[in-house]
């Protein structure tokens, strides 16, 4: 009969494969001497972003993925390690654990992420949360697909009044001498 804890460990990695299946984006970080105040201060920041972080041993992250394909990710497995998790967008936890390093750079560190099947170092991870906002980024775009289009239309917009100028002032400068058509006197119309 397997015993209980040994149970409880398969149960766990099973269901942190699932989670891992369903949103397989995730940022692996290393925690060391958090005090606990400050570790639940990052949660309720990352849980505002729909994100989780999850602190796992070494040895259970690895069987993690390693159930999951991404040995490649468990380069990045050293020291104690912390999994966080993102919601429906990976850039808003990148953003919370990039700021919560600058006033705790001797507790935690970002050692990389898994994105869109992709493996980041911590570098790349930085840049990511250093992008604006989708929103910002969205708009950006627009303006700059939408540039040329307004140009192009108010080139169009002056030329067609420059068009109409010109015709107004060929009108006025054209005499008006139009006289009426004469009839002659023996013929018939």
Do not use: C, Y
């Amino acid at each position: 009969m397997p015993k209980v804890g040994r149970l409880v460990k398969e149960s766990a990695v099973t269901q942190l494969s699932e989670r891992l299946a369903q949103h397989p984006e995730f940022l692996v970080t290393t925690i060391n001497r958090l005090p606990s105040v400050e570790a639940d201060s990052l949660r309720q920041k990352l849980f505002a972003s729909q994100a989780r972080l999850i602190m796992v041993k070494r040895t259970f992250g690895k069987r993690v993925m390693d159930q999951l394909n991404l040995s490649a990710v468990t380069e990045l497995f050293e020291g104690s390690v912390g999994l966080v998790l993102s919601g429906e967008e990976i850039l808003p936890a990148a953003k919370i654990i990039v700021d919560f390093i600058k006033t705790h750079e001797a507790q935690i560190a970002v050692r990389g992420a898994l994105i869109d099947g992709a493996l980041f170092d911590k570098a790349h991870v930085v840049q990511l949360a250093n992008l604006p906002p989708k929103p910002v980024l969205l708009a950006q775009v627009m303006a700059t697909i939408e540039s040329p289009i307004a140009d192009v239309v108010l080139t169009l917009e002056r030329l067609i009044g420059d068009l109409i100028w010109a015709a107004d002032q060929a009108a006025e400068k054209k005499p008006t001498t139009e006289q009426p058509p004469t009839t002659q006197e023996g013929s018939t119309p």
